[in-house]
């Protein structure tokens, strides 16, 4: 199986800021990464696929990059609501791995 | 608008049986692959389980594979998961969610199941 790997586990912020979130995998799997943003008590939320493209309807405030092994989620301009922990997955082969998450936190 | 609402969680003892459904509206569900992915409390996201559009393929997680078995009635607009011989470590909340691409789109609100004497 790909493990993948985040980093930091968590991470404080305060307003405006701009955070970057690491995420790597044990095996190259090309551009097959995806972010995912949660709050307490509710469902993830797709952020980002294909390691770069936005889903519809997400900010430009995030963006992701990377191919390979490394990849990077960024946040600019921080707002209270982005404030959530964050997930990466890769969905290069089967079984799909998610990364332990990364908490960001007002700081 | 693409909604997901799964049910039948609840409180079962350790090698017990439960169903797990989730019911799709707001897109052509029989044109995807839908997937399973759950969260033990306080713990990260873990996949579980993905079917294709037409029920030719199925993937399981090593950790439910030969427990768990997800199928769908494309004529009900329905997903389920059954999940037998349920362990203290299946406790968590069960979201299904839409594939597209890969990866997961849409996500449900998600339902508790959790098992426990």
């Known amino acids: 199986d790909i493990q993948m790997t985040q980093s930091p586990s968590s991470l404080s912020a305060s307003v405006g800021d701009r955070v970057t979130i690491t995420c790597r995998a044990s095996?190259?799997?090309?551009?097959?990464l995806a972010w995912f943003q949660q709050k307490p008590g509710k469902a993830p939320k797709s952020l980002i696929y294909?390691?770069?493209s936005l889903q519809s309807g997400v900010p430009s405030k995030f963006s992701g990059s990377g191919s390979g092994t490394d990849f990077t989620l960024t946040i600019s301009g921080l707002q209270p609501e982005d404030f959530a922990t964050y997930y990466c997955?890769?969905?290069?082969?089967?079984?799909?791995?998610f990364g332990q998450g990364t908490r960001l936190e007002i700081k | 608008e693409v909604q997901l609402l799964e049910s039948g969680g609840g409180l079962v003892q350790p090698g017990e049986s439960l169903r797990l459904s989730c019911a799709a509206s707001?897109?052509?569900?029989?044109?995807?692959?839908m997937s399973w992915v759950r969260q033990a409390p306080g713990k990260g996201l873990e996949w579980v389980s993905v079917?294709?559009?037409?029920?030719?393929?199925?993937f399981y997680a090593d950790s439910v594979k030969g427990r768990f078995s997800i199928s769908r009635d494309n004529s009900k607009n329905t997903l389920h998961l059954q999940m037998d011989s349920l362990r203290s470590e299946d406790t968590a909340v069960y979201y299904c969610?839409?594939?597209?691409?890969?990866?997961?789109?849409?996500w449900g609100q998600g339902t508790l199941v959790t098992v426990s004497s």
């Open positions: 969610a839409r594939k597209t691409g890969g990866t997961q789109d849409y």
């Open positions: 707001g897109f052509t569900f029989s044109t995807y692959a």
């Open positions: 079917i294709s559009a037409n029920s030719g393929a199925t």
């Open positions: 095996q190259g799997i090309s551009n097959y």
């Open positions: 294909a390691a770069s």
């Open positions: 997955q890769q969905y290069n082969s089967y079984p799909r791995t």
